[in-house]
Every structure is written in structure tokens, then in C-alpha cells.
């Protein structure tokens, strides 16, 4: 029986950096102000169904610094983070892997609908969060 371990506070940051970071990856997909405000409120909505080390590990300290100079740059941080928070929660907490992939598609799903309706540039930011979050040891990926 795998029991679940504690996350650093290095781990943590990482699942909160990569859950934040795909919610901001989506919404400055199209972003607009009045947006914004309504993907926030998507976004926490979804993150308050997180449980476990998930929740720990999303309400923890403040919000991730992201970095605001291109879409780019915050793909190069976000995306590692998704996988990197996979492979943490595997090895700590193997019952979250599937709570956490849920949570984060789920929350980068309502941030796309909450405003207007999914545009092509939230589709396509969302197949790079779902593939960030693929398990390469699970060849059905996320669920």
C-alpha cells in the first residue's frame, strides 16, 4: 500500500504554479477585462472543489509569480509545472494524480466558457495544459 507523503514547500509551489499558470495560460488566450473578472470567478470556483494535497498544496501562501512578458514565457514555466506536479504527486500521493489533471482541465475549462464561449485560442491552450498533464506512464493519459 502506497501511503501519501507530505509535499515541500518547493512541491507545492509547483502544483499551485502549474494549476494558476493554466488558468492564465487560457484566459490571456483572449483576453479582455470584463473576461477576466468572470474567469476569475470560473477559476476559483473550480479550485475550491480541490481535496487532499491538492487543496494543501493550491492554498498555501500567496499566488505563483508568473512571468507577464509573453505568452511564451509563461508556457516555458506553466507547462513544465503541469508535469512536473504530475510526477510529484505521483511518486507522493499516486490517489491525486487523476484529482489533480480534473481539477486543472476542469478549471481551465470554465475559465474558457466563462466569458463569450470557448474561442479557438482557448482550445488550442487547453490541448497544451491536457498534454503538459499526460502521463508518460499511463499511455491513456489523463482522464
Known sequence: MIMEQRLT?????????????AVFLVSNADPGVFAMIRESFAASGAFAGASGLVKEA??????????????????????????????????????????????????????????RGVTPAEQDAIARIRTALADSADPAGPA
Open 9 to 21: 514547500d518547493d512541491e507545492q509551489q509547483v502544483l499551485k504554479t502549474g494549476a494558476f499558470g
Open 58 to 115: 493550491l492554498g498555501a501562501g500567496g499566488l505563483p509569480r508568473l512571468p507577464r512578458d509573453s505568452a511564451l514565457d509563461v508556457e516555458s514555466v506553466v507547462l513544465p509545472a503541469l508535469s512536473r506536479a504530475v510526477d510529484i504527486l505521483r511518486e507522493k500521493s499516486p490517489a491525486d494524480v487523476s484529482a489533480y489533471r480534473e481539477l486543472v482541465l476542469t478549471a481551465a475549462a470554465e475559465v474558457a466558457r466563462a466569458h
